[in-house]
Protein backbone atom coordinates (compact mmCIF):
# COMPACT_ATOMS: atom_id res chain seq x y z
CA UNK A 1 0.00 0.00 0.00
CA UNK A 2 1.59 3.06 -0.93
CA UNK A 3 -1.34 5.56 -0.39
CA UNK A 4 -1.93 7.74 2.25
CA UNK A 5 -4.60 9.96 3.85
CA UNK A 6 -2.96 13.36 4.86
CA UNK A 7 0.16 11.76 5.61
CA UNK A 8 3.35 13.06 3.94
CA UNK A 9 6.91 11.61 5.00
CA UNK A 10 8.18 12.62 8.38
CA UNK A 11 11.70 13.34 8.82
CA UNK A 12 11.21 11.11 12.00
CA UNK A 13 11.47 8.03 10.22
CA UNK A 14 14.00 8.30 8.02
CA UNK A 15 15.87 5.29 7.51
CA UNK A 16 19.14 3.69 8.30
CA UNK A 17 20.42 0.78 7.37
CA UNK A 18 18.74 -2.42 8.83
CA UNK A 19 20.31 -5.86 9.90
CA UNK A 20 19.18 -8.23 7.07
CA UNK A 21 17.51 -11.01 9.84
CA UNK A 22 14.07 -11.46 11.46
CA UNK A 23 13.10 -9.25 14.31
CA UNK A 24 12.85 -11.77 17.69
CA UNK A 25 9.43 -12.21 18.88
CA UNK A 26 8.46 -10.79 22.02
CA UNK A 27 6.12 -11.09 25.27
CA UNK A 28 4.46 -8.14 25.84
CA UNK A 29 6.28 -5.94 28.19
CA UNK A 30 6.06 -2.50 29.92
CA UNK A 31 8.16 -0.51 27.82
CA UNK A 32 8.71 -2.06 25.28
CA UNK A 33 8.01 -0.45 21.63
CA UNK A 34 7.56 -3.61 19.86
CA UNK A 35 4.40 -4.27 18.07
CA UNK A 36 1.40 -5.18 20.54
CA UNK A 37 -2.41 -6.90 20.55
CA UNK A 38 -5.01 -8.02 22.59
CA UNK A 39 -6.07 -10.43 20.47
CA UNK A 40 -6.45 -14.07 22.19
CA UNK A 41 -5.15 -17.02 20.76
CA UNK A 42 -7.45 -19.24 18.79
CA UNK A 43 -8.52 -21.52 21.34
CA UNK A 44 -7.57 -25.15 21.23
CA UNK A 45 -7.85 -28.76 22.66
CA UNK A 46 -6.00 -29.58 25.63
CA UNK A 47 -4.14 -32.50 23.25
CA UNK A 48 -0.18 -32.53 21.86
CA UNK A 49 -0.62 -31.24 18.05
CA UNK A 50 1.21 -32.47 15.59
CA UNK A 51 2.65 -29.17 13.01
CA UNK A 52 3.44 -29.20 9.69
CA UNK A 53 6.27 -25.95 8.45
CA UNK A 54 5.27 -24.15 5.58
CA UNK A 55 7.81 -21.88 5.55
CA UNK A 56 11.01 -20.37 7.89
CA UNK A 57 12.73 -17.06 8.16
CA UNK A 58 11.73 -16.02 4.53
CA UNK A 59 12.56 -12.88 3.33
CA UNK A 60 10.48 -10.15 1.50
CA UNK A 61 12.22 -6.95 -0.11
CA UNK A 62 10.49 -7.73 -3.53
CA UNK A 63 7.33 -7.97 -5.32
CA UNK A 64 8.12 -11.85 -6.46
CA UNK A 65 5.86 -14.75 -4.77
CA UNK A 66 7.66 -17.25 -2.67
CA UNK A 67 6.54 -20.76 -3.27
CA UNK A 68 6.22 -23.44 -0.89
CA UNK A 69 4.92 -27.11 -0.63
CA UNK A 70 2.08 -28.70 1.57
CA UNK A 71 1.60 -32.69 3.16
CA UNK A 72 -0.42 -33.47 5.69
CA UNK A 73 1.19 -34.65 8.73
CA UNK A 74 2.22 -37.78 8.66
CA UNK A 75 1.91 -38.35 12.81
CA UNK A 76 -1.37 -37.80 12.42
CA UNK A 77 -3.22 -38.02 9.07
CA UNK A 78 -7.08 -37.32 10.84
CA UNK A 79 -9.11 -36.80 11.88
CA UNK A 80 -8.92 -33.43 13.68
CA UNK A 81 -10.37 -31.37 16.11
CA UNK A 82 -8.95 -28.32 15.57
CA UNK A 83 -6.36 -26.82 12.75
CA UNK A 84 -4.91 -23.46 13.20
CA UNK A 85 -2.53 -21.41 11.12
CA UNK A 86 0.50 -19.61 13.21
CA UNK A 87 2.21 -17.00 11.72
CA UNK A 88 5.34 -14.88 12.69
CA UNK A 89 5.80 -11.58 11.08
CA UNK A 90 8.97 -8.78 11.40
CA UNK A 91 10.39 -6.10 9.73
CA UNK A 92 13.69 -4.58 10.20
CA UNK A 93 14.00 -1.26 11.59
CA UNK A 94 14.17 1.83 9.36
CA UNK A 95 11.45 2.79 6.75
CA UNK A 96 8.83 1.04 5.03
CA UNK A 97 5.33 1.36 4.17
CA UNK A 98 2.94 -0.93 5.46
CA UNK A 99 2.32 -4.10 3.36
CA UNK A 100 -0.29 -6.73 2.26
CA UNK A 101 0.43 -10.29 3.18
CA UNK A 102 -1.70 -13.40 1.79
CA UNK A 103 -0.76 -17.19 2.36
CA UNK A 104 -2.31 -19.70 -0.30
CA UNK A 105 -2.78 -23.11 -0.17
CA UNK A 106 -3.89 -25.11 -3.25
CA UNK A 107 -5.07 -22.23 -4.53
CA UNK A 108 -7.29 -20.89 -1.15
CA UNK A 109 -6.33 -18.22 1.33
CA UNK A 110 -5.50 -18.95 4.19
CA UNK A 111 -4.49 -15.94 5.67
CA UNK A 112 -5.08 -12.08 4.54
CA UNK A 113 -3.88 -9.00 6.56
CA UNK A 114 -0.85 -6.36 6.53
CA UNK A 115 2.01 -5.48 8.23
CA UNK A 116 3.42 -3.19 11.11
CA UNK A 117 5.55 -0.14 9.99
CA UNK A 118 8.80 0.35 11.77
CA UNK A 119 10.68 3.21 12.77
CA UNK A 120 13.87 4.63 12.77
CA UNK A 121 15.32 2.61 15.51
CA UNK A 122 12.78 0.04 16.28
CA UNK A 123 12.27 -3.27 14.32
CA UNK A 124 8.79 -4.93 14.78
CA UNK A 125 7.07 -8.30 15.05
CA UNK A 126 4.26 -9.68 15.24
CA UNK A 127 2.11 -13.19 15.59
CA UNK A 128 -1.18 -14.50 14.08
CA UNK A 129 -3.44 -17.24 14.22
CA UNK A 130 -6.66 -18.19 12.12
CA UNK A 131 -8.99 -20.85 12.97
CA UNK A 132 -8.44 -23.43 9.79
CA UNK A 133 -10.93 -26.31 11.09
CA UNK A 134 -13.58 -25.83 8.26
CA UNK A 135 -10.94 -25.63 5.44
CA UNK A 136 -10.09 -29.19 6.63
CA UNK A 137 -10.98 -30.62 3.54
CA UNK A 138 -8.39 -28.51 1.60
CA UNK A 139 -5.48 -29.91 3.85
CA UNK A 140 -6.28 -33.74 3.55
CA UNK A 141 -3.92 -33.93 0.54
CA UNK A 142 -0.48 -32.01 -0.79
CA UNK A 143 -0.68 -29.23 -2.50
CA UNK A 144 0.90 -25.64 -3.79
CA UNK A 145 1.27 -23.12 -1.76
CA UNK A 146 2.34 -19.74 -1.52
CA UNK A 147 3.24 -16.74 0.01
CA UNK A 148 2.82 -13.13 -1.08
CA UNK A 149 4.17 -9.75 0.57
CA UNK A 150 5.00 -7.67 -1.51
CA UNK A 151 7.94 -5.20 -0.26
CA UNK A 152 10.13 -2.33 -2.00
CA UNK A 153 14.00 -1.99 -0.64
CA UNK A 154 15.52 0.61 -2.04
CA UNK A 155 17.57 3.74 -0.68
CA UNK A 156 14.85 5.35 0.09
CA UNK A 157 12.54 2.55 1.97
CA UNK A 158 14.84 -0.21 3.42
CA UNK A 159 13.15 -1.86 5.43
CA UNK A 160 12.76 -6.24 4.44
CA UNK A 161 10.34 -8.06 6.06
CA UNK A 162 10.40 -11.60 7.41
CA UNK A 163 7.86 -14.15 7.90
CA UNK A 164 7.45 -18.38 9.06
CA UNK A 165 4.60 -20.27 9.39
CA UNK A 166 3.51 -23.46 10.21
CA UNK A 167 0.26 -25.31 10.99
CA UNK A 168 -1.06 -27.01 14.10
CA UNK A 169 -3.06 -30.32 13.67
CA UNK A 170 -5.14 -31.55 16.58
CA UNK A 171 -6.05 -35.02 16.86
CA UNK A 172 -9.85 -35.81 17.31
CA UNK A 173 -10.34 -36.90 21.02
CA UNK A 174 -13.44 -39.71 21.71
CA UNK A 175 -17.09 -38.90 21.44
CA UNK A 176 -17.87 -38.08 24.96
CA UNK A 177 -15.36 -35.40 25.11
CA UNK A 178 -16.24 -34.25 21.88
CA UNK A 179 -20.11 -34.20 21.82
CA UNK A 180 -19.65 -32.08 25.27
CA UNK A 181 -18.01 -29.07 23.16
CA UNK A 182 -20.12 -29.26 20.03
CA UNK A 183 -22.95 -26.84 21.21
CA UNK A 184 -19.52 -24.22 20.94
CA UNK A 185 -21.00 -23.35 17.10
CA UNK A 186 -23.73 -23.19 14.62
CA UNK A 187 -22.70 -25.60 12.17
CA UNK A 188 -22.79 -29.83 12.54
CA UNK A 189 -19.96 -31.70 13.79
CA UNK A 190 -18.58 -32.24 10.27
CA UNK A 191 -16.62 -29.75 8.38
CA UNK A 192 -17.46 -28.90 4.58
CA UNK A 193 -16.61 -31.93 2.17
CA UNK A 194 -15.01 -28.89 -0.50
CA UNK A 195 -13.08 -25.78 0.06
CA UNK A 196 -12.93 -24.03 -3.47
CA UNK A 197 -11.28 -20.78 -4.18
CA UNK A 198 -12.05 -17.63 -5.73
CA UNK A 199 -8.54 -16.34 -6.46
CA UNK A 200 -6.64 -15.16 -9.07
CA UNK A 201 -5.43 -18.62 -10.45
CA UNK A 202 -4.92 -22.07 -9.68
CA UNK A 203 -2.15 -21.05 -6.77
CA UNK A 204 -4.18 -18.28 -5.58
CA UNK A 205 -3.40 -14.32 -5.59
CA UNK A 206 -6.10 -11.72 -5.04
CA UNK A 207 -8.11 -10.13 -8.02
CA UNK A 208 -8.44 -6.04 -7.90
CA UNK A 209 -11.29 -4.46 -8.60
CA UNK A 210 -11.85 -1.25 -9.92
CA UNK A 211 -14.82 -0.16 -10.76
CA UNK A 212 -18.80 -1.36 -9.86
CA UNK A 213 -18.71 -3.61 -12.26
CA UNK A 214 -15.81 -5.57 -12.25
CA UNK A 215 -16.15 -9.00 -10.67
CA UNK A 216 -14.22 -11.72 -8.74
CA UNK A 217 -15.67 -14.97 -10.22
CA UNK A 218 -15.42 -18.25 -10.66
CA UNK A 219 -17.84 -20.74 -12.47
CA UNK A 220 -18.24 -24.33 -10.68
CA UNK A 221 -19.99 -27.58 -11.37
CA UNK A 222 -20.94 -28.98 -8.41
CA UNK A 223 -21.84 -32.26 -7.20
CA UNK A 224 -25.28 -33.24 -7.09
CA UNK A 225 -25.73 -33.53 -3.38
CA UNK A 226 -25.33 -29.97 -1.94
CA UNK A 227 -26.75 -29.52 1.27
CA UNK A 228 -25.19 -26.41 2.46
CA UNK A 229 -22.60 -23.74 1.64
CA UNK A 230 -21.42 -20.62 2.39
CA UNK A 231 -18.76 -17.72 0.78
CA UNK A 232 -16.02 -16.71 2.70
CA UNK A 233 -15.26 -13.14 1.93
CA UNK A 234 -12.76 -10.44 2.01
CA UNK A 235 -12.51 -7.13 0.50
CA UNK A 236 -9.21 -4.95 1.33
CA UNK A 237 -9.84 -1.65 0.58
CA UNK A 238 -7.44 0.16 -1.76
CA UNK A 239 -6.22 2.65 -3.48
CA UNK A 240 -6.33 6.57 -3.73
CA UNK A 241 -10.15 6.59 -3.15
CA UNK A 242 -11.16 3.40 -1.59
CA UNK A 243 -8.18 2.75 1.35
CA UNK A 244 -10.31 5.93 3.39
CA UNK A 245 -13.92 4.89 1.61
CA UNK A 246 -15.48 6.18 4.90
CA UNK A 247 -13.62 9.80 4.51
CA UNK A 248 -15.06 9.97 0.92
CA UNK A 249 -17.94 12.64 -0.33
CA UNK A 250 -19.54 12.79 -3.89
CA UNK A 251 -17.35 13.24 -6.94
CA UNK A 252 -18.51 17.09 -6.88
CA UNK A 253 -17.81 17.97 -3.84
CA UNK A 254 -14.34 16.05 -3.75
CA UNK A 255 -12.01 19.16 -4.38
CA UNK A 256 -13.69 21.79 -2.70
CA UNK A 257 -13.59 19.31 0.96
CA UNK A 258 -10.30 17.90 -0.05
CA UNK A 259 -11.35 14.61 -0.14
CA UNK A 260 -11.69 11.72 -1.71
CA UNK A 261 -14.51 10.86 -4.29
CA UNK A 262 -17.56 7.90 -4.58
CA UNK A 263 -19.34 8.85 -1.22
CA UNK A 264 -18.66 7.23 2.11
CA UNK A 265 -20.53 4.06 1.36
CA UNK A 266 -19.44 0.96 -0.15
CA UNK A 267 -20.46 -2.57 0.25
CA UNK A 268 -19.67 -5.90 -1.41
CA UNK A 269 -22.62 -7.63 -3.42
CA UNK A 270 -22.21 -11.36 -3.73
CA UNK A 271 -24.47 -13.48 -6.82
CA UNK A 272 -25.24 -16.44 -8.65
CA UNK A 273 -25.38 -16.51 -12.17
CA UNK A 274 -26.33 -12.99 -11.97
CA UNK A 275 -29.33 -12.80 -9.52
CA UNK A 276 -28.71 -11.20 -5.64
CA UNK A 277 -27.07 -14.13 -3.32
CA UNK A 278 -25.81 -12.24 -0.70
CA UNK A 279 -24.95 -8.99 0.94
CA UNK A 280 -21.28 -7.94 2.73
CA UNK A 281 -20.65 -5.10 4.52
CA UNK A 282 -17.31 -3.78 4.37
CA UNK A 283 -15.42 -3.45 7.57
CA UNK A 284 -13.06 -0.34 7.74
CA UNK A 285 -10.09 -1.39 8.20
CA UNK A 286 -7.56 0.80 9.69
CA UNK A 287 -3.38 -0.02 8.68
CA UNK A 288 -0.56 0.78 10.44
CA UNK A 289 0.70 3.49 7.91
CA UNK A 290 -3.20 4.73 7.97
CA UNK A 291 -4.12 9.05 8.59
CA UNK A 292 -1.08 9.33 10.82
CA UNK A 293 1.80 6.15 11.54
CA UNK A 294 2.19 7.13 15.14
CA UNK A 295 -1.26 6.60 16.06
CA UNK A 296 -0.61 2.29 15.68
CA UNK A 297 2.67 2.41 18.09
CA UNK A 298 2.84 -0.04 19.21
CA UNK A 299 -0.77 -1.27 19.14
CA UNK A 300 -2.39 -1.46 15.32
CA UNK A 301 -5.79 -0.69 14.52
CA UNK A 302 -8.29 -3.63 15.13
CA UNK A 303 -7.99 -6.55 12.99
CA UNK A 304 -5.23 -4.56 10.60
CA UNK A 305 -2.62 -7.64 11.26
CA UNK A 306 -5.13 -10.78 10.76
CA UNK A 307 -8.57 -10.08 8.83
CA UNK A 308 -11.42 -11.59 9.77
CA UNK A 309 -13.41 -12.56 6.60
CA UNK A 310 -17.19 -12.35 6.26
CA UNK A 311 -19.34 -15.31 5.60
CA UNK A 312 -22.05 -15.39 3.72
CA UNK A 313 -24.72 -18.05 4.11
CA UNK A 314 -25.61 -19.85 0.33
CA UNK A 315 -27.53 -22.47 1.82
CA UNK A 316 -31.21 -21.35 0.29
CA UNK A 317 -29.52 -21.95 -2.82
CA UNK A 318 -28.30 -25.85 -2.53
CA UNK A 319 -31.08 -27.24 -4.55
CA UNK A 320 -29.87 -24.62 -7.48
CA UNK A 321 -26.17 -25.86 -7.06
CA UNK A 322 -27.11 -29.41 -7.15
CA UNK A 323 -28.56 -29.53 -10.14
CA UNK A 324 -25.67 -30.54 -12.29
CA UNK A 325 -25.35 -27.59 -13.90
CA UNK A 326 -22.89 -25.09 -14.29
CA UNK A 327 -23.14 -21.95 -11.90
CA UNK A 328 -20.93 -18.65 -12.05
CA UNK A 329 -20.79 -16.76 -8.23
CA UNK A 330 -19.27 -13.30 -8.29
CA UNK A 331 -19.04 -10.67 -5.93
CA UNK A 332 -18.02 -6.65 -7.16
CA UNK A 333 -18.00 -3.85 -4.67
CA UNK A 334 -21.16 -1.04 -4.78
CA UNK A 335 -19.44 2.08 -5.61
CA UNK A 336 -15.56 1.66 -5.62
CA UNK A 337 -13.24 3.24 -7.62
CA UNK A 338 -9.46 2.60 -7.15
CA UNK A 339 -9.69 -0.59 -5.94
CA UNK A 340 -10.66 -3.44 -3.50
CA UNK A 341 -8.45 -6.31 -3.64
CA UNK A 342 -10.43 -9.11 -3.37
CA UNK A 343 -10.68 -13.09 -2.34
CA UNK A 344 -13.26 -15.33 -1.77
CA UNK A 345 -13.55 -19.12 -0.50
CA UNK A 346 -16.58 -21.29 -1.12
CA UNK A 347 -17.10 -24.16 1.46
CA UNK A 348 -19.37 -26.74 -0.03
CA UNK A 349 -21.60 -29.51 2.52
CA UNK A 350 -22.20 -32.37 1.22
CA UNK A 351 -25.71 -35.05 2.05
CA UNK A 352 -23.58 -37.96 2.20
CA UNK A 353 -26.94 -40.34 2.02
CA UNK A 354 -27.71 -39.11 -1.30
CA UNK A 355 -25.97 -39.12 -4.00
CA UNK A 356 -28.47 -36.15 -5.76
CA UNK A 357 -30.99 -33.65 -3.61
CA UNK A 358 -33.10 -31.64 -5.26
CA UNK A 359 -34.75 -27.99 -4.31
CA UNK A 360 -35.18 -24.69 -4.39
CA UNK A 361 -34.93 -20.90 -3.71
CA UNK A 362 -38.33 -19.73 -1.91
CA UNK A 363 -37.77 -16.32 -1.23
CA UNK A 364 -35.15 -13.78 -2.37
CA UNK A 365 -35.97 -9.96 -1.82
CA UNK A 366 -32.21 -9.25 -1.48
CA UNK A 367 -32.57 -6.40 -4.53
CA UNK A 368 -29.78 -3.57 -5.30
CA UNK A 369 -28.71 -1.00 -2.53
CA UNK A 370 -30.42 2.10 -2.38
CA UNK A 371 -28.37 5.11 -0.19
CA UNK A 372 -29.52 7.76 0.60
CA UNK A 373 -27.23 11.28 0.58
CA UNK A 374 -27.77 14.36 2.31
CA UNK A 375 -25.52 17.89 1.78
CA UNK A 376 -25.68 20.58 3.88
CA UNK A 377 -23.20 23.07 3.34
CA UNK A 378 -22.17 26.84 2.80
CA UNK A 379 -19.25 28.75 2.14
CA UNK A 380 -18.69 32.02 3.42
CA UNK A 381 -16.74 35.22 1.84
CA UNK A 382 -13.50 33.50 2.29
CA UNK A 383 -14.11 30.77 0.20
CA UNK A 384 -14.47 28.05 3.74
CA UNK A 385 -16.78 25.33 3.36
CA UNK A 386 -18.13 24.47 6.32
CA UNK A 387 -20.99 21.67 6.99
CA UNK A 388 -22.13 18.35 6.84
CA UNK A 389 -22.31 15.09 4.11
CA UNK A 390 -24.10 12.34 5.25
CA UNK A 391 -24.81 8.67 3.86
CA UNK A 392 -27.24 5.92 4.81
CA UNK A 393 -28.29 2.50 3.48
CA UNK A 394 -30.80 0.63 5.36
CA UNK A 395 -31.88 -2.90 3.96
CA UNK A 396 -33.67 -5.95 5.42
CA UNK A 397 -34.03 -8.85 3.31
CA UNK A 398 -34.87 -12.63 3.38
CA UNK A 399 -33.62 -15.75 0.99
CA UNK A 400 -34.85 -19.08 1.52
CA UNK A 401 -34.83 -22.06 -0.09
CA UNK A 402 -34.98 -26.04 0.63
CA UNK A 403 -33.17 -29.39 -0.32
CA UNK A 404 -34.93 -32.85 -0.23
CA UNK A 405 -32.16 -35.19 1.92
CA UNK A 406 -31.72 -38.20 2.68
CA UNK A 407 -32.83 -37.07 5.90
CA UNK A 408 -36.00 -35.23 4.86
CA UNK A 409 -36.42 -31.93 3.57
CA UNK A 410 -34.70 -29.22 5.30
CA UNK A 411 -35.91 -25.65 4.97
CA UNK A 412 -33.15 -23.05 5.21
CA UNK A 413 -34.35 -18.97 5.81
CA UNK A 414 -32.30 -15.94 6.09
CA UNK A 415 -33.13 -12.96 7.46
CA UNK A 416 -30.53 -9.81 7.38
CA UNK A 417 -30.69 -6.48 8.49
CA UNK A 418 -27.54 -4.00 7.86
CA UNK A 419 -27.97 -0.51 8.95
CA UNK A 420 -24.86 2.03 7.69
CA UNK A 421 -24.80 5.18 8.62
CA UNK A 422 -21.88 7.99 7.82
CA UNK A 423 -21.75 12.06 8.80
CA UNK A 424 -19.33 13.99 8.28
CA UNK A 425 -18.56 17.95 9.40
CA UNK A 426 -16.29 19.59 7.35
CA UNK A 427 -14.36 22.94 7.70
CA UNK A 428 -12.64 23.32 4.52
CA UNK A 429 -10.47 26.58 4.08
CA UNK A 430 -8.91 28.20 0.72
CA UNK A 431 -6.50 29.68 2.46
CA UNK A 432 -4.62 30.51 5.97
CA UNK A 433 -5.16 30.67 8.69
CA UNK A 434 -8.43 28.98 8.99
CA UNK A 435 -7.35 24.92 9.87
CA UNK A 436 -9.39 22.27 8.14
CA UNK A 437 -11.34 19.94 9.77
CA UNK A 438 -13.38 16.53 9.57
CA UNK A 439 -14.82 14.58 12.09
CA UNK A 440 -16.38 11.21 11.09
CA UNK A 441 -19.15 9.22 12.65
CA UNK A 442 -19.70 5.98 11.12
CA UNK A 443 -21.72 2.66 12.08
CA UNK A 444 -22.57 -0.47 10.59
CA UNK A 445 -25.17 -2.56 12.21
CA UNK A 446 -26.00 -6.04 11.15
CA UNK A 447 -28.36 -8.70 12.24
CA UNK A 448 -28.80 -12.12 10.71
CA UNK A 449 -30.94 -14.81 11.62
CA UNK A 450 -30.93 -18.25 9.99
CA UNK A 451 -33.80 -20.47 10.46
CA UNK A 452 -33.22 -24.49 9.46
CA UNK A 453 -36.07 -26.90 9.77
CA UNK A 454 -35.96 -30.10 9.29
CA UNK A 455 -33.01 -32.54 8.97
CA UNK A 456 -31.21 -33.89 11.63
CA UNK A 457 -31.00 -30.53 13.66
CA UNK A 458 -33.44 -27.77 13.23
CA UNK A 459 -32.16 -24.81 14.78
CA UNK A 460 -31.94 -20.81 14.22
CA UNK A 461 -28.83 -19.15 14.45
CA UNK A 462 -28.73 -15.80 15.18
CA UNK A 463 -26.00 -13.25 14.57
CA UNK A 464 -25.58 -9.58 15.48
CA UNK A 465 -22.52 -7.10 14.95
CA UNK A 466 -21.58 -3.75 15.20
CA UNK A 467 -18.59 -1.91 13.84
CA UNK A 468 -18.25 1.77 15.30
CA UNK A 469 -15.83 4.16 13.93
CA UNK A 470 -15.28 7.77 15.01
CA UNK A 471 -12.36 9.99 13.32
CA UNK A 472 -12.04 13.62 14.26
CA UNK A 473 -8.92 15.65 12.36
CA UNK A 474 -7.69 19.08 12.60
CA UNK A 475 -5.25 20.09 10.30
CA UNK A 476 -3.66 23.44 10.45
CA UNK A 477 -2.22 25.58 7.48
CA UNK A 478 1.10 24.52 8.87
CA UNK A 479 1.40 20.81 7.95
CA UNK A 480 0.84 19.37 10.99
CA UNK A 481 -2.45 17.65 12.42
CA UNK A 482 -4.09 16.13 15.26
CA UNK A 483 -6.37 13.18 15.43
CA UNK A 484 -8.34 11.26 17.78
CA UNK A 485 -9.81 8.09 16.96
CA UNK A 486 -12.53 5.19 17.45
CA UNK A 487 -12.53 2.11 16.30
CA UNK A 488 -14.82 -1.16 17.47
CA UNK A 489 -15.87 -4.74 16.57
CA UNK A 490 -18.68 -5.94 18.37
CA UNK A 491 -20.41 -9.51 17.60
CA UNK A 492 -22.84 -11.67 19.59
CA UNK A 493 -24.24 -15.46 18.45
CA UNK A 494 -26.73 -17.41 19.32
CA UNK A 495 -27.81 -20.90 18.57
CA UNK A 496 -31.20 -22.08 19.63
CA UNK A 497 -33.19 -25.02 19.33
CA UNK A 498 -37.05 -24.94 20.42
CA UNK A 499 -36.39 -21.51 21.23
CA UNK A 500 -34.19 -22.73 24.21
CA UNK A 501 -30.72 -21.12 23.76
CA UNK A 502 -28.28 -23.83 23.50
CA UNK A 503 -25.07 -21.79 22.89
CA UNK A 504 -24.03 -17.97 22.88
CA UNK A 505 -20.86 -16.04 22.40
CA UNK A 506 -20.14 -12.23 22.57
CA UNK A 507 -16.46 -10.78 21.47
CA UNK A 508 -15.66 -7.05 21.94
CA UNK A 509 -12.51 -5.65 20.24
CA UNK A 510 -11.90 -1.64 20.64
CA UNK A 511 -9.36 0.77 19.86
CA UNK A 512 -8.90 4.30 20.73
CA UNK A 513 -5.75 6.41 19.56
CA UNK A 514 -4.65 10.07 19.54
CA UNK A 515 -1.66 12.10 18.36
CA UNK A 516 -0.35 14.99 16.79
CA UNK A 517 1.59 14.67 14.00
CA UNK A 518 4.40 15.01 13.31
CA UNK A 519 5.70 15.41 17.23
CA UNK A 520 4.21 12.78 18.57
CA UNK A 521 3.43 14.90 21.50
CA UNK A 522 -0.05 13.52 23.24
CA UNK A 523 0.48 10.26 21.44
CA UNK A 524 -1.64 7.40 22.98
CA UNK A 525 -3.01 4.26 22.06
CA UNK A 526 -5.11 1.81 24.19
CA UNK A 527 -7.20 -1.22 23.04
CA UNK A 528 -9.68 -3.63 24.98
CA UNK A 529 -10.58 -7.31 24.31
CA UNK A 530 -13.65 -9.27 25.36
CA UNK A 531 -15.14 -12.73 24.66
CA UNK A 532 -17.04 -14.86 26.56
CA UNK A 533 -19.28 -17.62 25.62
CA UNK A 534 -21.60 -19.65 27.51
CA UNK A 535 -19.41 -22.85 28.51
CA UNK A 536 -17.97 -20.86 30.90
CA UNK A 537 -14.92 -19.66 28.48
CA UNK A 538 -13.98 -15.95 28.84
CA UNK A 539 -10.98 -13.61 27.87
CA UNK A 540 -10.08 -9.95 28.78
CA UNK A 541 -7.36 -8.00 28.04
CA UNK A 542 -6.60 -4.68 27.86
CA UNK A 543 -3.01 -2.83 26.80
CA UNK A 544 -2.35 1.07 26.92
CA UNK A 545 0.36 2.47 25.34
CA UNK A 546 1.66 6.36 25.93
CA UNK A 547 4.11 7.71 23.70
CA UNK A 548 4.84 4.70 21.20
CA UNK A 549 5.41 2.17 24.20
CA UNK A 550 3.59 0.05 26.10
CA UNK A 551 2.92 1.35 29.43
CA UNK A 552 0.03 -1.28 30.59
CA UNK A 553 -1.39 -4.99 30.40
CA UNK A 554 -4.68 -5.85 32.51
CA UNK A 555 -5.65 -9.30 31.96
CA UNK A 556 -9.39 -10.77 33.32
CA UNK A 557 -10.79 -7.68 34.62
CA UNK A 558 -14.00 -8.17 32.79
CA UNK A 559 -13.81 -11.82 33.82
CA UNK A 560 -13.56 -11.36 37.27
CA UNK A 561 -17.10 -8.93 37.22
Known amino acids: MSVRFYVAASASILASAAAAQPVPQTPLTIGSANTATADPP ?8 CRVQLFTDVRFADFSSKPFSYAPPAACAGPWEKVVLEADFSVEAGRQFDRTANLWIGGVNVYFGTTAEPSRTVGRSWHIERDLTDY ?37 RGDDERDSRRHSRDESPSTADLVLPLSAGPTGGTVALFDPKAALAATFTLPTNVEKAWLDVVLQHQGANDEFWYTCVPDNLGVQLQSCIGTAFREGEVSIDGQPAGVVPIYPWLFTGGIDPLLW ?7 ALNFVPYRVDLTPFAGVLSNGQPHRIAINVFNDSQFFSTTATLLVFLDHGSRKVTGEVTANTIGTPS ?15 TGTVAIASSRQFVVAGFVKTSHGKVRTEVVQKIDFSNSQQFVSPTSAPVPFVQSIIQRTDISSTTTVRGGERPREVTTRMSWPLEVDLTAPPDGTFQTTLHQGYERSDTVSHDGEIEFGSVVSSSVAPTDNFPSGQGQANSQHYFSADSTGACYSRSITAVGGVLTGIVDGADCDR
Do not use: C, M
Open 136 to 172: TALLLSPAAGKAELGNLINSRFTSALWGSADIAFYPA
Open 371 to 385: PVLQTHLSTDAQGTV
Open 42 to 49: VPRPPTAP
Open 297 to 303: RPIPGVQ
